[in-house]
Structure formats: C-alpha cells, structure tokens
C-alpha cells in the first residue's frame, strides 16, 4: 500500500517535470524578447543608401510593401495565404508606425529570424527564411535604405488569420521546420558569376519561394527545388529539368526576360512575374545577368523535345473525329474569333507583340491555373506603367465557354494531354 | 447564317447572322445602336465597351454566337439628350468629350465600376477606366467626370 502511494506520487512528479522541460522548450520556441528602440536614426554612408536601394529592387519589398504608389513602403497590402490574409507593414523611418525606432540589431533579427523588434513573431509571408542568408553587409546596406526612407504615418492594418494561426508564437514551430540560417555557401565549382546569381536567387530575390512547391505547412519542400509552385494561385513554372517550356530558353532570351518581361517569340511575364520582372527592371544590370546566368544553368537541364512551338502559323481546326467535337468546335470558334486576331497576325513589336499560342508557356504548364488567369484578366502593367496589354476577357466568356477554350488551346496549341478537372479548375478561378 | 436572341437595354431582339459576327456590328449595322464605335478591332482600345450582365466587355471581340441569354446593355440604353443618365450629365458637365468617339466605352467602363462600387477612391476609378485610350487626351477630364458621377449618385441617395 505504502509502496504503491510512493510509485504513484514518483510518476506524478515525473509527469510535472516533463510538462515544466516541455513549456520551457515551447517558450524558448515561440517567445522572443522586445530589443529597446533606438533614440535617433543614424547617419548613413550615400553609396550604403544606393547599395540598399539595388538590393530592394532585387529583394521586389516594394511588391508588397507599398500598397499605393504615392506611399512607398508604408506597407497595408494584404495577401492571401492558405492560412488568413496578411497585410504587410510599414518599412519607413516613420518612428511610431515604421521602423525608424529600430537598431541595426533589431533590424538584423527580423531579416534572419522573422521577429519584430517588440519580440512578435512576423509571419512567413515575409520570407526571412531566404533574407536569413544574406551577408551581414548587405543586410546594413538595407537598413541605411528603409532608414533613409521619408517617414509615412501609416499602422499596421489587423490581419485575418484563420484558427488557429492568429496566435502568432505557433509561428515558432515553423521556424524550427523551415528556418535554415546556416550561412550562404558559394559553389566552387562555378564561375563567380553563377554563384552570385545563386546568392541573389535565393537569398535575396527569393526566386525559389515561388518556384519551389510548399508543403502543407507552407514551407518550401526541399525535395523538389525549383520544380514549380504557385504565387497568388498562378502556377509558377518550374526551372529545372522540369521545366514546362517548349522552347528551350537562352541564356540572352532569359536575361532580356527578366529585364524587360519579354523575350521574342518565346514568353511574356504574366500575373505575378511582372511584378518581379518591374523591380528587376530597375536593378544593377549585373545582378540581373547573374541571375539569368544561375536560372539558365538550371532550365539548361530540360531535355530537348519536339512540340508544336516549333511551327509557325494559326492553330488547326479540331479534328473531325475528335471525341469531344462539339467542345473543341466552341473552342476553336472563340480563338480563331477572339485570340487569333493578336496572337496569329505577327503584328510589330511596337503595336504589342502577341506570342503565337502554340509557344505560350502557360499551355504546357502541369495545371490550367495560370492559362485561366491570362484568358480572365489578361495582361495589364500596374498603373502608371508601361508594358504588354492584353484585355480579359472574363466578362465575355461564361465557365463552360473558357474551359473549352483552355482544353482546345491544350489539345490543338500545345499538343498535351488534356487536364484534369478543367471544369472546376475555371471555376475556382472565378470564384472571387 | 443562324438566328440569335439577344436583349439588349431590356429589348428582346432577334437577329439573322453569321456565329462570328462580332457584337459590335451587330449592335450598330443590325440594331442601329451606333454608341460603341469600332476603334482598333482588337480589344485594345475600349471604344466598342457595352456591358454584358453588368461587366464591361470589348464587344469587338464578342462573336455573336457566346452572347447567349446575358443582358447586353449600350450607352442608348442610359439615358438620351433630353433625359441623360447621372454618367452622362456628368460627362457633359466636365466637357470630357473632344471628338467624343471613345466617350461611350468611357461611360460604359464607368457605369460598370460605379453599378459594383459606388463609391470608389480615385485610385479605383484609375485603375477600372485603365483599359479605354482618348487619343484627344481628355482623361483627366474623363477621371473627373466619373468622379462627379459618383459623388452626384451618393448625393442623390442621402
């Protein structure tokens, strides 16, 4: 009897040690100190300014950090993820609503570590898991640019997360997942060049937080670098050996590509890409050929393959025997009445070059999402931009009228097997 | 040839054409509905707007055959000189017409926005006209106008 008191009271014990070493690990996981405000910005080096202001083209913060030109930087965009919309947050001087109170330490922590300086964790919408291998230098070349940017009033606009993700500290566990801040390492085997590409890629202009699939948890799955994944429900191609273009890219096309948005008769940026392409622009031309130079060496691995791109001229009319006749006649009839009149007359550059359907990308792409969204909303520059403009043509096509747009354009444009669930592809898409 | 039954500006209408006849000539050489013009034919310019079921849409690239039983309005169908509607009084008010051809797709894209959001910001209005061009440059008028608009639709409801 005494001795089964004393058994019992053992485990009791035993059990209330085990939950204080388990709350202490999940505290030391999901708590983060304030780090005190700094009481006057500091003066700043202009080639340190400049330097940040090249690595913030290259880095797109401006993509979702200025929800309205005419404020740049003060943040209020939001953005939907699979776990609530986030708004991004004030990255100026602003003392109260930016980061002007915040030192150089604190601006450090939250690049490499997601965390604000008021100890909350920031969520992974803002990929500090890719800021978190950027050199130390960088890092302060960064700071002297948002700390030398005018001061806008602005607070952070409250999030809408779905239970249980308000609770930011869960962010914590998904940093023991995904947060790898082991420093850059460059390839030695490659030319100074491609390695460079390689540390703006990753580190900076985070290319691979698009193009790599995530897994549930919206972390990146490092099993399937580069092999394609998605930005605001487009599809983002692969660039890898998997790399779903018909044409095989050049290292020239490439470089243009992401200078200008277009390369020749190969591709044009759409939905999410122009965006990168518009920050891109405005980068030191070298970072950008340094990119095209690490991207190319990746898309160089796509085995050559014949596909109708190599042809010239309008689509074919569906075959006479063609299971699914009446479909692909409705399909046929909207591109050769609505598409054709840009994408198949080889109109000049400078009247807005249409690529012939059978070499757009988004054709071949594994799933139709990204098709939708161009034959939805076309192709339109943000406001005050110039660029390529394609109308949408959401308005003109009912559901079943673009799906049998999309399975024509697959079938007679890119020759691919059709795809799955096309239907309620279009008409999730459209659900607003 | 095939028949087609379309509404348009609350009219039924029944039309013997091609399935490619593009909307627009069918509005303006079968109809006689000669508001939205042909600009540039390919959907680039935004003088051809009409609404289908409240949307706005370059009718030079609808083939009649899609229409189908949607609600196709034009500019006739707002108002007229005598009795203009609350875009067009306002069109004129600001004199945001020069030659006046891309005015009915301008107040067709407008009356798409305002039907959705009746009281944008600035911004929203820039963004929504962006796809119809005034080669006379009238868009700051044109901006102001479908301003006026909505302030005047919002005063009329207080």
């Known amino acids: 009897m005494d001795h089964s008191r004393r058994k019992r009271r053992t485990r009791w014990w035993l059990l209330l040690a085990a939950i204080v070493v388990l709350t202490g690990i999940a505290f030391a996981i999901m708590w983060r100190p304030a780090l005190a405000p700094q009481s006057a910005i500091p003066a700043f080096d202009q080639t340190r300014i400049e330097r940040g202001a090249n690595l913030a083209q290259l880095g797109m913060c401006a993509s979702c950090h200025t929800a309205d030109l005419s404020r740049p930087f003060a943040g209020g965009k939001p953005m939907e993820t699979p776990f609530g919309t986030v708004h991004s947050t004030n990255i100026t001087s602003d003392r109260d609503t930016g980061i002007g109170a915040w030192s150089l330490a604190a601006f450090t922590r939250a690049m490499r570590e997601g965390v604000s300086r008021d100890g909350h964790l920031l969520y992974p919408a803002f990929p500090y898991n890719h800021y978190a291998r950027m050199t130390q230098a960088d890092i302060d070349d960064l700071y002297a640019f948002f700390l030398t940017r005018p001061a806008i009033a602005a607070p952070a606009r409250d999030n809408a997360m779905t239970f249980p993700f308000g609770f930011r500290p869960l962010v914590g566990f998904w940093n023991v997942l995904y947060l790898d801040d082991a420093p850059w390492q460059p390839d030695p085997q490659q030319s100074a060049e491609w390695n460079r590409g390689a540390y703006l890629a990753d580190a900076v202009a985070h290319c691979t937080a698009c193009h790599t699939p995530r897994t549930k948890l919206g972390?990146?799955?490092?099993?399937?670098?580069?092999?394609?994944?998605?930005?605001?429900?487009?599809?983002?191609?692969?660039?890898?050996?998997?790399?779903?273009?018909?044409?095989?890219?050049?290292?020239?096309?490439?470089?243009?590509?992401?200078?200008?948005?277009?390369?020749?008769?190969?591709?044009?940026?759409?939905?999410?890409?122009?965006?990168?392409?518009?920050?891109?622009?405005?980068?030191?031309?070298?970072?950008?050929?340094?990119?095209?130079?690490?991207?190319?060496?990746?898309?160089?691995?796509?085995?050559?393959?014949?596909?109708?791109?190599?042809?010239?001229?309008?689509?074919?009319?569906?075959?006479?025997?063609?299971?699914?006749?009446?479909?692909?006649?409705?399909?046929?009839?909207?591109?050769?009445?609505?598409?054709?009149?840009?994408?198949?007359?080889?109109?000049?550059?400078?009247?807005?070059?249409?690529?012939?359907?059978?070499?757009?990308?988004?054709?071949?792409?594994?799933?139709p999402r990204s098709l939708i969204h161009i034959v939805d909303d076309g192709i339109l520059p943000p406001d005050g931009e110039a660029g390529r403009w394609m109308p949408g043509f959401k308005a003109i096509l009912d559901d079943g009228q673009a799906s049998a747009l999309a399975a024509y354009l697959r079938k007679y444009g890119a020759g691919q097997p059709a795809w799955p669930e096309l239907d309620d592809q279009v008409r999730k898409a459209r659900t607003p | 040839m095939s028949t087609y039954r379309l509404q348009v500006n609350g009219k039924p209408h029944a039309v013997d054409t091609d399935p490619d006849t593009p909307l627009l000539y069918v509005l303006r050489n079968e109809l006689a509905l000669n508001g939205a013009k042909f600009g540039c034919g390919l959907g680039q310019c935004g003088s051809c707007t009409v609404l289908l079921d409240g949307q706005a849409a370059m009718s030079c690239m609808v083939p009649v055959s899609v229409v189908g039983a949607r609600q196709v309005r034009t500019v006739e169908g707002l108002g007229d000189a005598r009795t203009p509607g609350a875009l067009q009084q306002a069109f004129i008010d600001e004199q945001a017409a020069q030659c006046g051809y891309c005015i009915a797709g301008m107040i067709m894209q407008a009356t798409a926005l305002l039907e959705k959001t009746p009281a944008p910001t600035d911004a929203q209005i820039r963004a929504h006209m962006a796809p119809n061009l005034c080669r006379c440059g009238t868009h700051m008028r044109i901006l102001r106008a479908v301003r006026r608009a909505a302030d005047a639709l919002a005063g009329g409801k207080r």
């Open chain 1, 219 to 367: 972390g990146p799955d490092l099993k399937r670098q580069l092999d394609g994944g998605e930005a605001e429900d487009w599809y983002a191609p692969a660039l890898n050996r998997n790399s779903p273009s018909p044409l095989p890219w050049s290292r020239a096309q490439l470089h243009t590509y992401l200078r200008t948005g277009m390369a020749d008769d190969h591709a044009v940026a759409g939905g999410p890409m122009q965006d990168v392409v518009m920050h891109l622009a405005q980068a030191n031309e070298a970072d950008v050929a340094a990119l095209a130079a690490w991207t190319h060496s990746h898309l160089a691995q796509a085995p050559a393959r014949t596909t109708p791109a190599q042809r010239d001229g309008p689509l074919p009319p569906p075959a006479a025997e063609d299971p699914d006749l009446p479909r692909m006649q409705l399909g046929y009839a909207l591109y050769a009445n609505s598409c054709a009149r840009c994408h198949d007359v080889g109109r000049a550059p400078s009247s807005g070059t249409a690529l012939p359907l059978q070499k757009a990308i988004a054709l071949y792409d594994p799933d």
